[in-house]
């Protein structure tokens, strides 16, 4: 992912007013960011803990999104897999985010949804190395497949947001 400033950040957003844009908060420690270990940019709202922001890159540039927390998944105790990075080996808080669609559909009330890692991890999660019963010799290959797959899920979801069906 390629780095972007605040304002670019903010004028990413699809989803929501451009006075609503101007007035998330960005994420905590943007400016240490490793831009390069990132297929997506995502931050939980610290005044409003069912709300989330994720920035996804894009052939047409950076998506921005705001996203909320289904109440009963925050509740929920049952284990869930991540939709974005299918982590199954690392015990982490998965939440069903909703996003109101982009343009008219959204303003109609069309939303998407999907079940993302609470805290936004995935670009960690992603790295971190298999188990070798999981994965044969090759785990560098397995860590980059794993690396496309999670960009590739993040560009999908961006894009059903926006209205571009693949």
């Known amino acids: ?10 004028e990413s957003f699809v989803n929501c007013s451009r006075s609503e844009a101007e007035e998330l908060p960005l994420p905590p420690g943007m400016h240490e ?3 390069s270990r990132r297929e997506y940019l995502g931050w939980r709202d610290p005044r409003l803990p069912q709300r989330g922001y994720v920035v996804v890159p894009t052939d047409d ?8 927390a289904s109440e009963a998944s925050m509740r929920s105790t049952a284990p869930s897999m991540c939709g974005w990075c299918q982590d199954v080996h690392h015990p982490r808080d998965v939440y069903f985010w909703s996003a109101r669609r982009a ?5 109609n009330g069309d939303t998407v949804g999907t079940l993302v890692c609470g805290g936004f991890e995935c670009s960690e999660n992603v790295r971190r190395t298999p ?11 397995v860590v980059e497949e ?19 069906h693949n």
């Open 1 to 10: 992912m390629e780095s972007l400033t605040p304002q670019q950040l903010r």
């Open 33 to 35: 960011v490793d831009w």
């Open 61 to 68: 540039g950076p998506v921005g999104i705001v996203l909320r």
């Open 103 to 107: 343009g008219q559909a959204g303003r």
């Open 131 to 141: 188990p070798p019963q999981f994965v044969g010799f090759d785990v560098d290959a």
């Open 146 to 164: 794993r690396i496309a797959g999670l960009a590739a899920r993040a560009r999908r979801f961006a894009a059903n947001v926006v209205g571009v």
